[in-house]
């Protein structure tokens, strides 16, 4: 009854909200493609501060640098700056000792929606030097090596998720997509689900009215409530296999059941079971329903893995970007590795409260091999 009550209050608040503008907003000029920041700042109102470094806090889910800034009266006050995560960080080759207290730095970015002493660096250059730093790229994987290895498999021929026999560790990384579309629709879309095209967001998938208007207005916001960001809430679903950071198998052969291992959020798992058991999932949860993961039992078919998943609440978003599910949300997942450094994901979405008919989305994900999940949790700090 909770899932199908909040259901109601999204419907509801969907519908209200856009029952009577939904042409407006579509046909409104398209959005830039900025990523989830532009939730807590805005890129309207671009600013520069001057000063003196304070503190470096250097935790999840973002870096913040403190520096002292005077103002035209003389008066000073304490700014944070935001940065990236410390893993985006560290791959850029930065460290909590780039900058230290007493530089002297300037600060190009966005200020806080709220109007708190908080701005977003676009640019963050240290003066003495002239030196631009905590720059980071886009995450790019590696060349693959000629020939690409096979599938590593078992003993008994199976396909194995993880690393080949005798590896140390490895995840899968960097997904072929961002968001969730059905099969043949092309979008653009940051690696947080931000649509560089707000007019694309029609076309995604088969919506029904109230679950596309919600959707929209999520995109417009800049995805501001997604309950990762603001309560550090589990994902869960396809959306899993989009996040960055990566995840991993851990193919538990004796008990008949895999974990995936989650990078982001907060190190999270979730269990697919293989000992044959019924699929008892069920919205108001059971003793093997952990909700927000749902009730997932899987079955090799040759070379693939076919995972049912069913039994989720509706508290936590499916997806990058924010499509919407209730409690009817029901998956098929597909997973195979055709050679050692692929993994394809092909998944089934069934829910009747939100969408008009099941639809398809696939793509990829790289192996990393000898790398381990980064240490990285949604709110070590959160000023």
């Not at 003196?52 to 304490?78: C, Q, Y």
């Not at 994987?141 to 194995?160: A, E, N, S, Y």
Request: include cysteine.
């Amino acid at each position: 009854m909770v899932g199908k009550s909040m259901t109601l209050k999204m419907k509801t608040a969907a519908l209200g909200i856009f029952g009577t503008g939904v042409a407006l907003l579509l046909t409104t000029a398209p959005m830039s493609g900025h990523h989830e920041p532009a939730a807590k700042f805005d890129p309207a109102k671009p600013m520069t501060l001057k000063g003196t470094v304070s503190k470096v806090d250097w935790l999840n889910p973002h870096v913040h640098v403190f520096m002292e800034v005077r103002d035209a009266k003389g008066a000073i006050a304490s700014w944070a700056i935001e940065l990236e995560s410390t893993v985006d960080l560290r791959r850029s080759g930065w460290t909590p000792e780039t900058v230290k207290v007493g530089d002297a730095v300037t600060v190009e970015g966005m200020p806080a929606r709220n109007g708190s002493r908080q701005a977003w660096a676009n640019s963050f250059v240290v003066d003495g030097t002239g030196r631009k730093v905590f720059t980071v790229a886009d995450p790019v994987p590696p060349p693959l090596p000629k020939p690409v290895p096979p599938t590593p498999r078992w003993p008994d021929g199976q396909p194995r998720l993880g690393p080949p026999a005798g590896a140390k560790g490895g995840r899968w990384d960097y997904p072929g997509a961002t968001i969730l579309a059905e099969q043949g629709v092309k979008v653009e879309a940051d690696r947080h689900g931000l649509l560089k095209n707000i007019n694309d967001a029609a076309k995604l998938a088969p919506f029904q009215p109230w679950a596309r208007d919600l959707f929209i207005y999520r995109q417009r916001n800049f995805m501001k409530d997604d309950p990762m960001f603001t309560d550090c809430k589990p994902q869960a679903g396809p959306r899993i296999y989009h996040v960055p950071y990566g995840i991993q198998f851990l193919e538990e052969r004796e008990r008949k059941r895999i974990r995936v291992m989650m990078g982001a959020g907060n190190q999270n798992w979730r269990f697919i079971h293989l000992d044959g058991r019924p699929q008892t999932g069920t919205p108001d949860g059971n003793s093997d329903d952990p909700l927000y993961f749902g009730h997932a039992v899987g079955k090799w078919e040759g070379d693939t893995l076919v995972v049912d998943t069913k039994g989720f609440h509706d508290r936590f978003w499916f997806s990058n970007g924010g499509l919407p599910h209730t409690p009817q949300l029901h998956l098929i997942e597909r997973f195979s590795r055709p050679d050692l450094y692929t993994l394809r994901y092909e998944v089934t979405i069934d829910d009747a409260g939100a969408y008009t008919r099941s639809w398809v989305s696939s793509w990829t994900l790289r192996w990393v091999p000898n790398e381990e999940l980064p240490v990285y949790y949604c709110q070590d700090n959160r000023p």
